[in-house]
Nanobody
């Protein structure tokens, strides 16, 4: 069993930055692909970024170079650095082990205009 715990979400002004963290308990994240998703009110959950076992990254088009996903295998943690935040980035952000049903509880990011 894997437990994922996200943190780092909060209220921030337009143009601000946040770093989200996702710590895994119960198994190592080494060798896995990890993803960050987000869900805004009334919208479906959608992918933000993914990182493969060797560090290969893929981003959603709307990221536009503003976000960066990374991982620290020693800390069993995945990060999402978010810069130049916009009100449209307001959502609950979730991490997941790609291809599994392992999801965290989410962390709320709110960007004020």
């Amino acid at each position: 069993q894997v437990r994922l715990v996200e943190s780092g979400g909060r209220l921030v002004q337009t143009g601000g930055s946040l770093r989200l963290s996702c710590v895994a308990f119960g198994r190592t994240l080494a060798g896995t692909s990890m993803g960050w998703f987000r869900q805004a009110p009334g919208k479906e959950r959608s992918v933000v970024a993914r990182i493969g076992p060797t560090g290969t990254t893929v981003y959603a088009d709307f990221v536009k170079g503003r976000f960066a996903i990374s991982r620290d295998t020693a800390k069993n943690t995945v990060y999402l650095q978010m810069n130049s935040l916009e009100p449209e980035d307001t959502a609950v952000y979730y991490c997941t082990v790609v291809g599994t049903n392992y999801w965290g509880q989410g962390t709320q990011v709110t960007v004020s205009s």
